[in-house]
């Protein structure tokens, strides 16, 4: 009797945990992927706290808040997410190493990237980068790129420069603390930088390569196929969150202040460093394919046809970028 | 309280045999070679012992990021483990003995030993990077604070155990409490210790991977180069470097082994 007891109380505990953990998992929602205080992504934010998902019968539920483009794509390798915002270049990384399947299926924003340097250090121009330490967020990523374009734009090798992996909150105390000379992240990291009179920016990304793309939509392809709908949904309510931004920056502003916890000068800096577009630019991403490849870090031998097979824009209407 | 020195006797260890040991490592590498050719280890999710190995062959002559080789990230972590074990064992085994010597003192030091015992070494890593900055002095605290509790309590209890008739026949004889200190108990503690010791450079050598993953400056470190492997994605890589940590984790286990049978050879 006791045996029996003991069991029906141990399955009744199993079948309210399993409860638990479905509801917690939001049954049926679109797990949802972004990065932390990434104001490039700030459209996610907009969506989710003007309903704009909802509007569009979409339900949402974060499927994980990412510190760095990589840790988000492991999560969709693991089966974690359904969308994601992130950035292209792990995006490509990640399909290209056959690590995770996705489509990039919509543009967050092109730019908003920038090199800081510390207030007071002398390091004027690209060229005075040689023999300093320089932080970006992570190996082959939009910022590395961006860092190693200017190196090379200023005929400077990329071995002169000691480069380190930093997640971008550790970035500022890092550079206040003389541990790195300079750091590149995405806004409103350097935005914060020149706000709190700690770093000065040596050049933003869209001097680096203009209108450059930054962060892309991504869907997980097999979760693409099975529901065309509900990312077409989904990419519904990112468009008209762009627009929004695009349209009212007072109020996009406050959402930013609220996505990232800065203070609104530091995120008004920011968001002017950056576009926010949603066709997709095909170009752009070809670039970043090529510059992969020639780093060594993925193989792919067609890349334009690697770019073909990457992108479906068919979830995104028509109409101006 | 006595604490075993953790010592097996040769003969009922079969990873002494090394035949045993490699055939049954063999044998598992085929089936999980088998197991990924079929597919039911799918290879997006483990890559398969031929992808590992021919992972290892490009961290070893290639490295990643390109050029920084294996065997620099290998020695990067050595260093950061055994700077961080040297300041403990310095400051743990004299603080031991002192401890287990001393009762009111022991009674004084023991409420904090207890308090920061269990906070795991990584919960310190935001403290460590405020404090030390990047680099090999945060890593070195870490590593510091995973191995400085295994030493220390470890030694306590070695003092403690030793034999009361050893300290009695000392007395007898005329010993000073100095001599009875350095002579008995210190010696008598060390099996302990050595314990101790094993504990503690396992505990660093673990903790020194995710102390890694907060940053490094010099761009080496196995750790580190895990992290870069995921940053491009390469689970075939990530695999082999902890293969390789392994491996040195072993490795350091069996010197240290080595050097406990040599030391204490007398007792």
Known sequence: ?321 | MKVDSGRVPPERSFMRKPTTGLLLLSAALVIWQLFSWTGVLPLRKIPSPVQVVSALYMLTFQGLPPEYLLHGHVLASLVRVFGGFFFAAVTAIPLGILMGWNRPLRIVVTPFVEILRPIPPLAWIPIAILWFGIGIKSAAFIIFLGVFFPILLNTVSGVLSADVRLIEAAKVLGAKPPQILLKVLTQGALPSVFTGVRIGLGVGWMTLVAAEFTGVKNGYGLGYLIMIARDIQRADAIVAGMIVIGLVGYSIDGVVKRLERRLLEWM
């Open chain 1, 1 to 321: 009797m006791v045996i029996k007891k003991l069991l029906a109380a141990l399955t009744g505990i199993l079948i309210g945990a399993g409860l638990l953990w479905g509801t917690a998992l939001g049954a049926g929602a679109v797990r949802i992927g972004y990065l932390q205080s990434d104001l490039h992504q700030l459209a996610v934010f907009v969506a989710l706290e003007k309903g704009f998902f909802l509007e569009e019968g979409v339900d949402v539920t974060i499927g994980g808040i990412f510190k760095a483009g990589p840790e988000e794509m492991t999560a969709f390798a693991s089966g974690g997410l359904d969308v994601g915002y992130v950035g292209e270049a792990p995006a490509v990384v990640a399909v290209g190493n056959k690590a995770a399947d996705v489509k990039i299926v919509g543009q967050a924003n092109l730019e908003g990237s920038a090199i800081v340097v510390r207030k007071g250090s002398g390091i004027k121009t690209v060229k005075n980068l040689v023999g300093k330490t320089v932080a970006v967020p992570g190996y082959a990523q939009v910022q590395d790129f961006l860092l190693r374009k200017a190196l090379a734009q200023n005929n400077i090798p990329a071995k002169s420069v000691n480069v380190i992996i930093l997640r971008p909150p550790e970035m500022i105390p890092a550079l206040e603390s003389k541990q790195v000379d300079a750091f590149v992240a995405w806004e409103p990291y350097p935005a914060k930088a020149v706000s709190s009179q700690i770093g000065e920016v040596l050049l933003y990304s869209g001097k680096i390569w203009p209108n450059h793309p930054c962060c892309v939509v991504v869907a997980e392809a097999a979760y693409l196929k099975d529901n065309p709908k509900v990312i077409k949904g989904f990419l519904r309510a990112h468009v008209k969150a762009t627009r929004f931004i695009q349209e009212n920056p007072e109020e996009a502003v406050k959402l930013g202040v609220k996505f990232t916890g800065m203070d609104a000068e530091t995120v008004k800096i920011g968001m002017g460093n950056i576009a926010y577009r949603y066709k997709i630019d095909r170009k752009g991403l070809l670039e970043y394919v090529n510059f992969l490849r020639t780093m060594g870090v993925i193989k792919v031998s067609d890349p334009e046809g690697f770019v073909q097979e990457l992108v479906d824009e068919s979830g995104l209407g028509e109409g101006p970028s």
